[in-house]
T-cell receptor, first 117, second 108 residues
Framework: GAVVSQHPSRVICKSGTSVKIECRSLDFQATTMFWYRQFPKQSLMLMATSNEGSKATYEQGVEKDKFLINHASLTLSTLTVTSAHPEDSSFYIC?????????????FGPGTRLLVL | RKEVEQDPGPFNVPEGATVAFNCTYSNSASQSFFWYRQDCRKEPKLLMSVYSSGNEDGRFTAQLNRASQYISLLIRDSKLSDSATYLCVVYGTYKYIFGTGTRLKVLA
């Protein structure tokens, strides 16, 4: 089946530093990728839609200057958490639909656990 | 009202039992519907898509009722390995909306 990878799987950083998370589609091209955040015992919350070749679309309440998204190619999207603070500690997951149709089944990366001290 | 609502559970059932989960959604223009399974501290994995005609995959049956705007998942002959959180996912207006998930514990 379709594979989406994320790197790193886990990161611990000091408050104030920036963290970059990569999301790659390994065997298909993804013009659109989604970034989610999941806090403990809560559901996935969509943060933004990453679009190859254009600006990301951010959900209400998500600061675009804090969560920088770059969709550099058809197989790579990056999320950079700038000046991370302890409240940014969460499970960050990306996903991508495998076909060109955005409403098709999406596959998730394994997630990145961020802990900000 | 949440866009996608699920009973968080947990549903504690014995092995071999049949268990059903429901999910309601608020956007009548929603286009696609899915059930995902999420194990603790892991990413969600697709369990099945949900169609108006209903669909079955082994012990799992999914139904969609557009008129009442709800989706159901039925698990027959529950196994210990079915213990997980089941997420109802609705696609509409260019994005996917996740329910909070229903926790299932299958007991030996």
């Amino acid at each position: 089946g379709a594979v989406v990878s994320q790197h790193p799987s886990r990161v611990i950083c000091k408050s104030g530093t920036s963290v970059k998370i990569e999301c790659r589609s390994l065997d298909f091209q993804a013009t659109t990728m989604f970034w989610y955040r999941q806090f403990p015992k809560q559901s996935l919350m969509l943060m933004a839609t990453s679009n190859e070749g254009s600006k990301a679309t951010y959900e209400q309440g998500v600061e675009k200057d804090k969560f920088l998204i770059n969709h550099a190619s058809l197989t790579l999207s990056t999320l950079t958490v700038t000046s991370a603070h302890p409240e940014d500690s969460s499970f960050y997951i990306c996903s991508a639909p495998t076909s060109g149709a955005i409403d098709e089944t999406q596959y998730f990366g394994p997630g990145t656990r961020l802990l900000v001290l | 009202r949440k866009e996608v609502e699920q009973d968080p559970g947990p549903f504690n059932v014995p092995e071999g039992a049949t268990v059903a989960f429901n999910c309601t959604y608020s956007n009548s223009a929603s286009q696609s519907f899915f059930w995902y399974r999420q194990d603790c501290r892991k990413e969600p994995k697709l369990l099945m898509s949900v169609y108006s005609s209903g669909n079955e995959d082994g012990r799992f049956t999914a139904q969609l009722n557009r008129a009442s705007q709800y989706i159901s998942l039925l698990i027959r002959d529950s196994k210990l390995s079915d213990s997980a959180t089941y997420l109802c996912v609705v696609y509409g207006t260019y994005k996917y909306i996740f329910g909070t998930g229903t926790r299932l514990k299958v007991l030996a």
